[in-house]
């Protein structure tokens, strides 16, 4: 893997849009091209060189490795729609990190603000943090939002993430979540995706779910009243082969959408 | 005795909620231009008009902030350091816009997109949830008179009209005969839900007592419950049972119902996701009769700035144009948000107060950057500001169109002239816009 290295060298007074830092939009680039590459601030058009030193060497998308350093906590979307490669964040990130991703990895080293890998269509993002709110989350009047990846939150999730998520059996296609925590409305109008918390949940977890799997390894602050018990179970299967063992009430769900529902909610004995 | 000379003015729409009534008559003495009557208006709407009779509290001249002190200054001199204030800002906050009318709202459109800024009104902080549910699962409404001359059943289900729209109940809700509701009140089965027995819910046949900011659980549980599922539960959201089965009954059996929701729904937690619930449960009652829904607007023109902002950007509120070209993403370019995390440096407020509004966090930020207000009287915003631009009040001293609640434009009147030098809030951002397009030599 051939590595760039970026530095922040002064905070930016507003966010930065950083939607030009890919491994996509560095691949094949000289350092004085990727200077170059445009920054929003505000309303002014600033380019990287401005906000970041810049050095190490570029492959092609694949094998391209990002490292960034500083408190990037007031930039944003560093990962857009990036389709290969990786990333690795030394610091708090700002909002929408690695939305749109299809494919490579982003690893955070700290806290993610909110919309982390909203509307992820592949790839792995992995934050060693909290994140904020909208963790894999559809964007606004978005039914369909996250199709396919993997998101990894060691620290809490915010409200509604995974909301709007969808899986496909036909293109096995399987979004999954696992967090540590986790806020209200986790999952909400889940379309079969996948979240394992292994904390506590706050209210309202799975509204709307038509199909998918929540699995809660901790405490429900409140479960909805939509949501039927069916028994107790020891070992849950999860669509991508692993299997989760202890000892869980299943619920089936949400049946405001449907009286037979095949979703399912497991929340710890 | 001095005889006053009167002029009566007929069919003036109220331009304060979002009723819009169009039924009042306003007596002008002639030679003051001063309002001295308001017939049929209610109390709140028959102190707006009386408020735009000159007094300490009403803005004449523009003025510009110096030492702590204001002067008054020519037109001139205040556009000139508004546009040097807006054209040197980098991400400049355009706010407010609700309490004018549609073409002022129009002007604001423009000059957003000139200084690349964020645009919002204040749906913002008040039924935006409801346009993000909206957006999520569509929405079953229908204009105010299909409700008074249909409805049988009227749900208020966080909405106060009372105290928050009281012509409402007379006009198109409760008391007020419709073609097919020949009877009146006696035709129609109130129900109210909220927290507080408010005075609407002391007129209601049925009051359904919630616990606070629980009221998703029970939108879910009827949902469920309309779906003919049996729910384990004993009590949901400090509602027993036997009540709910009760509501459910009433819900399928009626002939044609309507649930009004307001600010009871939109701002207590769960917001937006309160609002999907309940349009989703208006949707599945269609299975069983004929049910719509509607929101409350608060402003009377907070439908048209909406319906202003939509048309000519894709978006209703919380819109960022400093790429070039609007964005729009509530939560991260809506007023609040962007003041708590203080990502603004200017702001031009127009015909809203929300230093009296928003939490007192955001409007230290707000006050920390200069601040220009287009405003008519003296509020804690415009106190505040470095320019005051004073404007005069639409749908009372100039014309304009307004969007009532349901969608439906009503030309404003004009009843008679603003005092002093005042000009309309659409010639203040015209002017405006003019001179920064002047200064940046477009
Ligand atoms: S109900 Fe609203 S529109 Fe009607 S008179 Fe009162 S304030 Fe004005």
Redesign the interface.
Known sequence: MTEIKLKLKKLPKFPLEAESITPDNFAGKTLDAIKKLPLYHGNENTVIGDYFSVSGKSGNVNNTKIVIDGDLSNVKRIGEQMSGGEIIINGNVGMHVGNNMSGGKILVNGNADDWAGAMLQGGELEIIGDAGHYVGAAYRGNWQGMKNGVIKVKGKVGNESMLWARSSKPANRWPMLYCGSAGPFLGTHNHGGTIVVEGDCDRCAGADQARGIIVIKGKVSRKLPSFKRIGEVKEIDLPNGEKITGKFIEYSGDHSVSKESTGKLYIAA | MVERKLRTISDVICPFCGTLCDDLEVDVDIKEETIVEIRNGCQIGTKKFFSSNPSGHRYTKPRIKENDSFKEVSWDEAFDKAAEILISA??PLLYGFSSTECEAQSKGVELAEL???ILDNTASVCHGPSL?AI??VGAPMATLGDFKNRADLVIFWGSNPVHAHPRHLGRYSEFVRGYFRKDGRNDRFIVVVDPRNTHTAQIADLFIQIKPSED??LL??I??MV???E???KE?SGVPMEKIKELVNILKTCNFGVIFFGMGLTQS??HH?NI??AI?LVRELNDHTKFLLMPMRGHYNVTGANIVFAWNTGYAYSID???GYPR?????FSSVDLLMRD?I?ASLIVASDPASNFPAASVKNLFKHPLISIEPHETPTSANADINFPAAIAGIECEGTAYRMDSVPIRLRKVKDAPGKCLSDKEILEKLIEKIKEKKGE
């Open positions: 980098k991400r200084l690349g800024g993000l957006q999520d998703y659980e879910n549980a949902r469920a779906r003919g599922v729910l384990d539960e949901i937690l769960a996701r999907d619930a989703s144009f400093s790429k729009y993403n509530p939560g991260e990502e440096d």
